[in-house]
């Protein structure tokens, strides 16, 4: 199995290496082919491997493939750790892969850089199933980095647009930021645990339970909460957590495919993989789990709610990807992991499906994005507009769709759930289908119904997209509506995860969750006795009364009533002001104050010039002292025999 | 001493072999160049070649990881003779390969040359195998002989002369400083004059001020070739004044037998009265890195330059040895054969600008040498890297080597200032390289030396660049030559 594995993760990285450096010539049609023959062929693999593992019994794997580097007694070892929550990983990042793939073929057509875009896209793949497929913390690091290394190329992939420019590096910023606190967080575990590798660190944690870090004289914390703190502060700035999540809505200036596959289905649920992974961590510490739940309920709602106020297509989307992330890690708060990797798996499938349904909108509307300038296109796009309205209805968690069932899961193991803070998220995820469903029908009803806003040469062009754009939305809208139905019970409430993912008896949501759980058709039909599919009909209703039956009067009325807290929203609550003047401000005052008292006056004045001036003269000087004169050659060297003579026969 | 000549094979003459094989090609090529055509030495140049080969092949027959003692114990062949002579061996080889062209173009390819060059190395030879102190003088001396009379080779050159007479007025001084050590050392040890045996004879638990007179003095005198400031003087001058092809030839091989020299008397001699000579190289090797290092910048011409950079290299070396440790020891060896191997190459790169009726031996003529010729400016590149000791170039190791070594004996400042010193050689280093790549060049002719020029500097830079990736063997070599 090791070669299939290894097969996997190289197949890709293949692809991406023949399309990155010989993509002139190969031409574009060699680029697409052979990169999406490298992802075709990780995704029959991966499927090969989770049917060998869920069926067919295969026991965990977890060795190292070869030693990178050994220093003393550590070895960093480029390894794999495949178990169940593995496998599905993988077969979701390929499967949504390997549909950008074909899709982009038809997004970026006549784009000068095609052959970069799919290099980039397949070393994206590969770098994601490294992280993924990692068996140490040191291989998760580098698929972590590497993720967001091709991020920022995607995201800047238009390097001559200057908002792209500033917006991966904004992005590339920001998740330094988290890095750091993941950084320190592995940092701590090789200090402590004396390992980076995954099941030894798991074996070591029992022993390091009690361990106490006293971080400022006086004040201790335990062990397990400063590691997985730190672990989660890397979460939140891979999976844009507030305060970290202000480069998301910016990254949507990259092509949509990369929407799609890297800011939505794939790259930002890393943070949220990362600490299922780490559960055994994350349980031992409630104050950690409480703080986790406590940032993602803040993250679920606030964000869901500037998706009302946004006008462009593909930020919508990205709020929304924003609010879902945070029900996701909610989910990890209330100890609800299988649910928070469960709703990962549907998002990434329904979401994926949502972007590239908008893309083929953009494609339709000649790269035009704002939602206000579209309406009416139901009757020219056909295809897009029904797989559009399936992502829509997973999206506010319509029963029976897939969303409905991951969004409920986590809803009620956070009602279940005892921690500080679990009564606010609760609240707040509530809220947030009401808010969700608003604002996903706000955009829906805005862009397919309605009075058709558009300029009239794009209304006289306005047509269905090509096959190859089609096939996907089709190929995605089919697991975006079904695959919950077929996978609640199993991935839920079989086991399915086994020692992947630990949860202590008390924090154990799941299994309340399970008492109430008589199959994936009773949860359907119980879904209308409660208040969350209500509220997301509510949503859809004012939207509908608002944007369908009377359009010129109430969004208005509403803009007039709320005019305050519409100001906070349009203002996306001050956090990129915010962060412009105290951090960018600061530091760049900071960095001023260095550069001319440290760089200039010390180091280049003082020091560098400095020493370099006082060296020249000093040349200058001792040069004389050949003069050329062998009688003054002579009376040096009898000088010199007589000074070291004196000092050594009589001095010493 | 029983008062009855040795038989002759008692005087165990096989371990001389190879001296005794040069002597007698030196007298022939003596003899037969009168009779050969006034134009072109051709035969006496191959008839030179011809001899190092055969002395390299028979030095490498005889090689053994043994000491081997003959002509009465007067001669010593251990594996660091045997090392240091197949590198003089080779070193002179090349230095006559790339002069050919140069001499001739200045009408001073005379048959004289090669014998002198062939006498020199008899006396280092002589210089790296002695056991005894008259054998010392002796190789010194004929040696020494064989280089003033090179330096002078150009008669009718003004500065050539001067230095010639500069360099033998205080060579014949250092001679004597050397030779009073000697005699001081034959007095107090009671009339040994076999270095083993002043070894045994000096055990005394606090030398006497006579002892310590003679160790300055012999000090003195043996660093005084290597150009260990404050005796350095002379080697600016006669460096510069000498024809670049005399130049190559003072600069390479004699630092080998210069170092064999200072090993053998301090080391295996006086090893025991380490405390007395440490100090003194400590001061020397002090003054020569700031010298060599800080006056190298001042200099217009690269010739000269190069010579102050000798200065810094000798004293690096030097460092190696005032360690006083086996390591050490192998450290400063290693070092002298990557030096003979870069100032091949340096000393090399004037030949290959040198044209008929000029020298090129400004830093100016360097300008833009990359257009004219990119693999002679790559090649330049490396040497002056690897003289800067940049990694991974061979300098670098040899640099790694002396400091490791100095190191291992607690001398921290000692280590830390050569570091800084060697900071401000890259500086000179480093700007020539900049003249190289960077400048305009005022002589826009593709360079057109001959192809042995070029093909040895070829060589140095590959062999510069090949231990610098893979230096174990080279290492390797040079602790083996300690019994490492």
Known sequence: ?652 | MPNVLPTIAALNLMPILPEMILAGMACLILLIDPFLPRHGRNVSYALTLLTLIVLFIVTLLHMSPEVRLSFGGMVVNDPMSDLMKLVSYVALAAVLVMSRGYLRDRGMDKGEYYMLALFGLLGMMILISANHLLLIYLGLELMSLAMYAMTAFKRDDGRASEAAMKYFVLGALASGILLYGMSLLYGVTGGQLMLTDIATALTHDSPSLALKAAVVLLVVGAVFKLGIAPFHMWLPDVYEGAPTAVTLYLATAPKIAALAMVIRLLVDGMGGLMSDWQPILIVTVVLSLAIGNVVAIAQTSFKRMLTYSAISHVGFIMLGILAGTQAGYSAALFYAIAYVVMSIGAFGMILLLARQGYEAENLDDLNGLNDRSPVMAFVFLLLMFSMAGIPFTLGFWAKLAVLQAVVGVGLWWLAVYAVVMAVIGAFYYLRAVKFVYFDAPTDTTPVNADWNVQGVLALSGLLVLIWGLFPSALVGLATRAFGG
Request: charged residues 10%.
């Open chain 1, 1 to 652: 199995m090791e070669k299939i594995y290894l097969a996997i993760v190289l197949a890709p990285l293949i692809g991406a290496l023949i399309a990155g450096l010989f993509g002139r010539k190969i031409g574009n049609v060699g680029a697409h082919s052979v990169t999406i023959l490298g992802v075709a062929i990780a995704f029959g693999l991966s499927l090969y491997a989770f049917y060998m593992h869920v069926w067919g019994g295969l026991p965990t794997f977890s060795a190292a493939v070869y030693t990178w580097a050994a220093a003393d007694s550590f070895h960093f070892d480029i390894g794999f750790m495949i178990d169940h929550l593995t496998v599905l990983m993988m077969v979701v990042v390929t499967s949504v892969s390997l549909m950008v793939h074909i899709y982009t073929v038809g997004y970026m057509v006549g784009d000068p850089g095609y052959q970069r875009f799919f290099s980039y896209i397949s070393l994206f793949t590969f770098s994601m199933l490294m992280l993924v497929m990692a068996n140490n913390l040191l291989q998760l690091f580098f698929g972590w980095e590497a993720v967001g290394l091709v991020s920022y190329l995607l995201i800047g992939f238009w390097y001559k647009k200057e908002t792209a420019i500033l917006a991966n590096l904004k992005a590339f910023i920001v998740n330094r930021v988290g890095d750091f606190g993941f950084l320190l967080g592995i940092a701590a575990i090789l200090m402590y645990a004396n390992t980076l590798d995954y099941a030894t660190f798991f074996e070591r944690l029992p022993a390091l339970a009690g361990v106490k870090v006293e971080y400022w004289p006086g004040v201790e914390w335990s062990l397990p909460t400063v590691i997985a703190i730190l672990l989660f502060i890397g979460a939140m700035g891979k999976s844009a957590q507030v305060p970290l999540h202000v480069w998301l809505p910016d990254s949507m200036e990259g092509p949509t495919p990369i929407s799609a596959l890297i800011h939505a289905a794939t790259m930002v649920t890393a943070g949220i993989f990362m600490v299922a992974r780490f559960s055994p961590v994350f349980e031992l510490s409630d104050a950690a789990l409480s703080f986790v739940m406590v940032i993602g309920a803040i993250t679920a709602l606030f964000m869901g709610l500037l998706g009302i106020v946004q006008n462009d297509i593909k930020r919508v989307i990205a709020y929304s990807t924003l609010s879902q992330l945070g029900y996701m890690t909610v989910a990890l708060g209330a100890s609800a992991y299988s649910a928070a990797i469960f709703h990962l798996m549907t998002h990434a499938f329904f979401k994926a499906l949502l972007f590239l349904a908008a893309g083929s909108v953009i494609i339709a509307m000649h790269h035009e994005q704002d939602i206000r300038k579209m309406g009416g296109l139901w009757k020219y796009m056909p295809i897009t507009f029904v797989t559009f309205l399936i992502g829509s209805l997973a999206l506010i968690g319509f029963p029976g769709t897939s969303g409905f069932f991951s969004k409920d899961s986590i809803i009620l193991a956070v009602q279940a759930s005892h921690l500080p803070g679990a009564t606010f998220a609760y609240w707040s995820v509530l809220l947030g289908v009401f808010v969700t469903a608003f604002y996903t029908f706000r955009m829906f009803f805005l862009v397919f119904f309605g009075k058709e806003r558009m300029d009239a040469p794009t209304r006289s062009h306005l047509h269905e997209s090509p096959k190859v754009v089609t096939l996907p939305l089709i190929l995605l809208a089919i697991p975006a509506l079904l695959v919950g139905y077929f996978t609640i019970d199993p991935l839920l409430y079989s086991g399915f995860f086994g020692t992947a993912i630990e949860v202590l008896p008390a924090h154990d949501v799941m299994a309340t969750l399970h008492e109430h759980f008589h199959g994936a058709g009773a949860m359907m039909l119980h879904g209308f006795t409660s208040p969350v599919v209500w509220l997301s009909f509510l949503g859809v209703a004012l939207a509908g009364l608002m944007y369908l039956v009377l359009p010129n009067q109430l969004p208005m009325l509403f803009a007039r009533i709320f005019a305050w807290p519409k100001r906070v929203l349009d203002g996306a609550y001050g956090f990129d002001d915010f962060n412009n003047v105290i951090f960018g401000g600061g530091s760049r005052l900071l960095g001023r104050g260095f550069w001319r008292i440290g760089d200039v006056r010390l180091i280049d004045g003082l020091m560098v010039n400095g020493t370099a001036h006082l060296i020249g003269v000093t040349a200058l000087q001792w040069r004389k002292i050949q003069t050329g004169y062998l009688y003054h050659y002579a009376f040096v060297m009898i000088l010199g025999l007589i000074g070291l003579m004196t000092w050594i026969v009589f001095l010493r």
